[in-house]
């Protein structure tokens, strides 16, 4: 073990010969040789740190997985996987997010570095053990210090990079539906919302736009005339985002095959050739996007799209997903033959079923096709969980080059820490379950820890029918969240905002139109997230200490000014609210807003199902502005200040012009909004540098619930 | 349509040719013709009803389903169904329960006397209308009316008659697990519980002790000399409770098929040949419930057990299960040898996954058996939901013969209202997930309501691994519930409450303690609740009206005396408590109990892993003893008595001999305590005819927490 000082915050321990995952950026040394905090012990090829946890500790962290903010009492495994159902038990899903924070009497952040299997057991098997077991000896660790838990977020958000920043119009509404079987239907869509009066920024394609799942085809026969359809709805203000999925399908005269081919881009098997697997097309090869070459070849290949006009991409299918292989379908059809005619007991039924029912992302597969590593062929499993992350650089890469100056929507559904510095992620294939939005409410933190900013999941559910009141209440929540997307299965009930009728319907539109009216905070919250390397969701208990705010996973801070507490219940028509200080209730209602200053403590509020609500903190500044059908027709000459002021709120609402990466040359613009209350009255400042606000329109509550309006030209 | 009034408060509409299912008892007509209620709609030999609902109404009852107590939002079905996962979607699981209330400005209950397929969508397609499609022409539709809630309960509850009583061992504690696999570990179970001073009331014994799944077999290999393991076992206070599926294995010369065959006892498929279905023998016969004398064959097969001292048993897979039958077994491999040396696509191979993964408990199959009743043949689907019924009470029957006048424990998983009259039911195989116990909350008054007294969940979860703060948590739960059974899944982690280290051992240890100090209360409860008709578990709603009091589903009346609201989820350290009144927290500390009065209103209360706590209402008595291990060892002479009296409180403790039916000649046992406030001090008056009660020792709180101590000798 080597280790040494990377910063005054962070300590690293290099174990044996670890690959280069690129995902630490600017590493150097501050000082050779630091204490071991925790000491591993190497066994049979693998490596386990066990810790003791305090009853009270807490374990934050691991991103995108099941459970609580709180990660005691459950299993994980980091192993990118495409799991279809996300039940209670499932340790793997689709990202591999190896940090985590055990914070008690100390804090202290830990990311592992490993591009394979990790498990945790934390405080599963035994209550007062954590458990981890890296199924190597190479890999890196770093040990974040900092003040506070928000801080260690910081200290290492910053040692991995700033996240990937899509545009401003990556923070609209998007409809979604694996099942719009054609231009028609697309057009029926965009033309509902237009109807109905409900904003709608885009619509994703799944795979059914493609050619027989064909990556980089666009079926003519469906789609024909797709650079049309691209560009009449875009005038329109609708964005069409294309799914690509990692497989190519083996097909002769294909060109992306035969491309592959030719190159050698694709993974190879242990005989040297081609590494066979089926997925949505059937049989498929692997881009193998650990070669610079191959990422840079598949990059390019998106310029069939951006030359039809497409901005934005989601990367799917990439852990990557495999149905079978051609040995284990022989194996499953081979059992069944053979027990054709034979006389089965339940046992060699369940052996012969069981061949069929678990076939998909076997283990084996990834041990079975290789990748190239410099000179060296090493295995997927590896190398897993660095997959989707090189595809989505490759991706990212391509769309950089394709578009310029231009700013494009990047999504990604298997994951690594590091990829966020390329493109966001969406929690992947969720269900029409209340359990599921609740578990999107406790992702969010989770997954801003590691890196990932632009994310969130399918609102209203993937699986299985939703209905109307879910898909209110999740509206409710997900508008907060920057990936604002509506996606469903096909088989189920359709499950746009208009599909369950009128009370349906108008309850929606005015929940996504409280998304375009918060939309400019949202943004700026993002921006400077991203920038400042803070977590835009935080738990209670990074700000609390009582076992409450521990335990009120389902209330976040968002920002430094909001806290949101939705519904995620059936049937309830209010919740129970722990309000850590004192904070206005504020009302979103059809083109106004309430505020109500509530005490500090324990309340149940109603949320009647028409009735949106979240929290505005003490001495804090909500911009916001009218609602508009998309981003681009988004007015912010009258800008809307809510604001619950007792001594002195400032807010700086940060903005740019959304599309290009001049922000990264400074030009952006900020509107310092100050207010500070005085002995009658309020003073009120505004510093700003957008020119298109020209006029702000103040609502001031004090802690007496007195409410003054003032309006200022700018 | 015929109508009657059946009594006051029940209305009966007879459409077309009704089965007599005998759910409902002593029906007799006081007057013909009567207003229809609702009118339903018949289409293609289906009926439906169509009810609106407004916002605030809540629906009621369905029994042991999934969802809320509030089932709105959601799609049922009752067609028996052995679902082994329990997911959010599932609409169907083991029992038909064709009782709700609707419950708004109107209460009123109805009940389906129908056997085969219901379904009923509560407001999910469309927010406002509960919609339900009988499969049939021919059914009763009984409506239920009452001055509360729980009178329609009541009223109910008294058409159908009353619930089948145990044994007072019945509510003890019992492990099982699928998985012990012969004498030596179940005596392992034992002498472990002994030696870690664990209270023990019997060993469920799974599958396992049977010779190949043999039904009425017992492995004289893994379980040598039986009837001396019963016996020792039982003389330690130890019961064995062994496992009756419902298929008779297909097997030359096994005594069961043979007479099977002999009797014509077994179900014919449309050739009039024994119809054979697959379950865990393999090739199986189900037995023809539906003809008396198959019921009485059958029933006193089981004298296999009680010849071996046997005086419980579980009959299991009883909807029937059917994990393939001959047909669709040969279409599935049928297809795979087809696919075999095809180049399949995705859409191919699902097809011929599909075959496999979905072969189990398919419709088609209860199509293609027949049951002879009266001079018909019928098939399964048609009258579906009476078979679990049939079975059970063909093991009530066969048990009550064979027992003669000593009662016995009796459950099954399959059931339909009627059937709780035979046995008690458990709730299936449900998983080790925190939101599992959330339902097996949220079951307990629905199943009341529809006649299910002797009942609870799989404790600690069926499958999947449980762990230490789980089984903790649940078991603060399930020791209410008068069916308490730790059972788990073979190749699931052990699950015995000594198996997740000391502190969990001392934990678990002392909360089945504390089942064994409250069980004179809960089956005091139990006997008055199935005597007179009352639930034994009550919603808060039942008694108050506000949104709070709906949706505090996690939260239970039990009794007149208690409230309880327990821990459900991970990492809690405690929980929203609603206090609808003033209520005494009592919390049972090892030996010892304590008492504070809490005030009404909304409370986060600390529940730290080590303390059990409940709430005692106001004007309340709650009589217990010191624990035991067993119930025959426990010891009622000293009586203590908690109360929390500000005027006056009145409790009547019930009591008989617990073995034998004697309680309905009168032979019982009654202690009636009265604790009335002085200006000064209390006044005590105890009636007791209970000759093991010698001393009352009483805890008596005020609204100020001022606690007196009083004994008195009886």
């Known amino acids: 073990m080597k280790s040494y000082l990377m910063n005054d915050n962070v300590k690293v321990y290099r174990y044996g010969q670890p690959m280069e995952t690129n995902i630490v950026q600017g590493r150097k040394v501050e000082k050779q040789g630091v204490d071991e905090i925790i000491k591993p012990k190497f066994e049979n090829g693998k490596c386990r740190f066990d810790i003791k946890l305090q009853p009270d500790d807490m374990v934050y ?9 709180n990660k005691r009492g459950r299993r994980y495994e980091s192993y990118c996987t495409d799991e279809p159902s996300h039940t209670d038990e499932k340790r793997a899903l689709y990202g591999a997010h190896n940090f985590f924070i055990i914070s008690g009497e100390e804090n202290r952040g830990y990311f592992i570095d490993f591009p394979s299997r990790i498990k945790y057991d934390v405080g599963f098997s035994q209550l007062d053990k954590f458990s981890i077991q890296i199924s190597g000896r190479d890999f890196c660790l770093y040990v974040i210090e900092g003040k506070s838990l928000e801080d260690i977020t910081t200290n290492f958000l910053k040692i991995i990079g700033k996240a990937y920043i899509p545009p401003k119009w990556g923070f609209g ?18 033309n509902s919302f237009k109807e109905k009066g409900i904003p709608l920024e885009g619509i994703y394609l799944d795979l059914d736009y493609m050619e027989r799942f064909k990556v980089f085809s666009i079926s003519t026969e469906r789609f024909e005339g797709f650079k049309n359809l691209v560009a009449s709805l875009k005038k329109d203000g609708t964005y069409l985002i294309p799914i690509i999925d990692a497989g190519v399908k083996v097909e002769k005269g294909y060109d992306v095959y035969e491309e592959g081919i030719e190159g050698e881009h694709f993974c190879k098997d242990e005989d040297g050739k081609p590494y066979v697997a089926a997925v949505w097309p059937g049989d498929v090869h692997f881009p193998d996007f650990f070669k610079e070459d191959t990422q840079r070849w598949f990059g390019l290949k998106y310029k069939v799209l951006t030359d039809a006009g497409i901005e934005g991409v989601w990367n799917d299918m990439n852990e990557p997903s495999i149905f079978y292989d051609e040995k284990s379908i022989k194996d499953a059809l081979d059992l069944a033959v053979e027990s054709k005619d034979k006389d089965m007991d339940a046992f060699s039924f369940f052996a012969a079923k069981d061949k069929f029912e678990n076939i998909a992302n076997k283990d084996e597969y990834y041990q ?81 820890m590691c890196g990932f900013f632009y994310t969130g999941a399918d609102t209203g559910g993937f699986g299985n029918d939703s209905y109307g009141e879910m898909l209110v209440r999740w509206l409710q929540f997900s508008v907060f969240t920057p990936l604002l997307r509506n996606h469903s299965a096909i088989g189920t009930q359709n499950q746009e905002p208009y599909a369950f009728g009128e009370k349906v319907t108008k309850e929606c539109k005015k929940i996504i139109e409280a998304r375009y009216r918060l939309l400019p905070y949202i943004y700026s919250e993002y921006m400077k997230s991203v920038n400042n390397f803070k977590l835009m969701f935080r738990p209670l208990s990074f700000e609390y200490d009582e076992d409450l705010a521990k335990e009120a996973e389902d209330q976040l801070f968002l920002g430094e000014e909001l806290m ?37 403590g324990i309340h149940y509020f109603n949320y009647k199902l028409s009735e949106f609500k979240f929290y505005l903190r003490e001495d804090s500044i909500l911009p916001h502005v009218a609602s508009a059908m998309n981003v681009k027709s988004l007015s912010q000459q009258k800008l809307k200040v809510l604001a619950y002021v007792n001594a002195r709120a400032e807010y700086n609402l940060y903005d740019d012009d959304g599309v290009s990466y001049d922000y990264k040359k400074g030009k952006v613009y900020n509107t310092k909004i100050k207010v500070a209350k005085t002995s009658q009255d309020y003073m009120i400042e505004v510093k700003n540098t957008n020119p298109f606000i020209k006029e702000a329109e103040f609502t001031i509550v004090n802690s007496d619930n007195k409410v003054i309006k003032k309006t200022i030209k700018l």
Chains 1, 2 share one sequence.
């Not at 962290?61 to 903010?69: A, F, K, M």
């Not at 509404?173 to 965009?190: A, M």
């Not at 295995?379 to 992350?389: C, F, K, R």
């Open 61 to 69: 962290g691991l991103g995108g997985n099941l459970g609580g903010i």
């Open 173 to 190: 509404y998007f409809q979604s539906r694996w099942g719009y079987k054609n231009k028609e239907e697309i057009l029926e869509v965009h």
């Open 368 to 448: 079975r096709f290789y990748h190239q590593v410099g000179n060296q062929n090493i295995s997927n499993d590896e190398v897993h969980n660095l997959y989707g992350y090189y595809m989505t650089k490759s991706a990212n890469f391509g769309l950089s080059s394709l578009l310029k100056d231009k700013r494009f929507l990047l999504i990604s559904r298997a994951s690594s820490i590091g990829m966020h510095r390329y493109g966001g992620i969406w929690t992947g294939d969720n269900y029409s379950f209340w359990s599921h939005l609740d578990q999107n409410i406790k992702n969010m933190p989770s997954l801003n």
């Open 564 to 600: 949101i507490a939705p519904v995620y219940k059936a049937n309830h028509k209010g919740r129970f609210v722990y309000l850590p200080e004192k904070m206005a209730e504020v009302t979103f209602d059809e083109g106004n807003e309430r505020l109500e200053v509530k005490d500090s």
